[in-house]
C-alpha cells in the first residue's frame, strides 16, 4: 500500500543529544514537509522540500536540520541547539499543483 | 502568504449539523481551500478542497462565498467520532516552484451526546 511512514513513534533522548526522526513516503511525491505540534497547538511548518536535494526553512526551523538525497526520503534531525524539543512531530507529502497533503501518524519526542 | 482565521472552539449536538466557518480573506485568485481534521495524537486526515465552487464528498459539504473570502466545512449529521481539532488552509505558491502547507490553530470541534 502507498503511503507516508515515519518512526519510531515514540522517541526519548537526553538533553544535550541529536536525533534523527524517520520520514519515507513511496507516494512518488515531489514536495515533503516537517511540522510540529505542541499540546493544544496547530501545526507548525518547521522545514519543507518540493524536490530532492532541495528544501527551505518553515516558520520555526531554528534547531533542526533536514536533508532530501532522495525522493522518497526526508529525515529530520533535532539537534542540541532547539531549546524545547519534546514534541509530536508529523511528516507529510505533496504532489506539487494542489493536491491533499498526507500525513504520517508522528513521532511523539520526549526529553528527558 | 494567505492566512486563515478559525474560531479556537466549537460545540455540536450529536446528530446535527456542524457548521465550522473560516475566513480567508486574503486569498488569491489561485489558491484552494483546503480542510483537514486531526484527531488527538493522529496525523491529520485529508477531508475536502474547492476553488471556488461548493463541493460534497461522503465525509463534508464545502460552501464558499461568492467572493472567496471566506468558506464553511458542513458535517451534516455529526457523530461523537467527529470530535477533532478541524484545520482549514490555503495552498501558497501554486504555479511556482515552492508549494507549502500552512496550518493555523484550528477549530476544536467537540461533538456531545
Known amino acids: 500500500d502507498g503511503g507516508i511512514t515515519q518512526s519510531p513513534k515514540y522517541l526519548f533522548r537526553k538533553e544535550g543529544q541529536n536525533v534523527t526522526l524517520s520520514c519515507e513516503q513511496n507516494l512518488n511525491h515531489d514536495a515533503m514537509y516537517w511540522y510540529r505540534q505542541d499540546p493544544g497547538q496547530g501545526l507548525r511548518l518547521i522545514y519543507y522540500s518540493q524536490i530532492v536535494n532541495d528544501f527551505q526553512k518553515g516558520d520555526i526551523a531554528e534547531g533542526y536540520s533536514v536533508s532530501r538525497e532522495k525522493k522518497e526520503s526526508f529525515p529530520l534531525t533535532v539537534t542540541s541547539a532547539q531549546k524545547n524539543p519534546t514534541a509530536f512531530y508529523l511528516c507529510a507529502s505533496s504532489i506539487r499543483m494542489n493536491t491533499e497533503a498526507f500525513f504520517g501518524q508522528g513521532t511523539r519526542l520526549t526529553v528527558v | 502568504d494567505a492566512k486563515t482565521t478559525q474560531p479556537t472552539s466549537m460545540d455540536c449536538a450529536e446528530g446535527r449539523a456542524a457548521n465550522l466557518p473560516c475566513n480567508h480573506s486574503?486569498?488569491?485568485?489561485?489558491?484552494?481551500v483546503y480542510w483537514y481534521r486531526q484527531i488527538h495524537s493522529q496525523g491529520p486526515q485529508y477531508i475536502i478542497h474547492?476553488?471556488?465552487n461548493n463541493e460534497t464528498n461522503e465525509m463534508a459539504s464545502l460552501i464558499i462565498t461568492e467572493d472567496r473570502k471566506s468558506s464553511t466545512l458542513i458535517l451534516p449529521h455529526a457523530t461523537l467520532r467527529d470530535t477533532a481539532v478541524y484545520y482549514c488552509?490555503?495552498?501558497?505558491?501554486?504555479?511556482?516552484?515552492?508549494?507549502?502547507?500552512?496550518f493555523g490553530p484550528g477549530t476544536s470541534l467537540s461533538v456531545i451526546p
Open positions: 474547492g476553488l471556488k
Open positions: 488552509i490555503v495552498r501558497v505558491g501554486p504555479g511556482t516552484s515552492y508549494d507549502k502547507v500552512i
Open positions: 486574503t486569498i488569491s485568485g489561485n489558491e484552494y
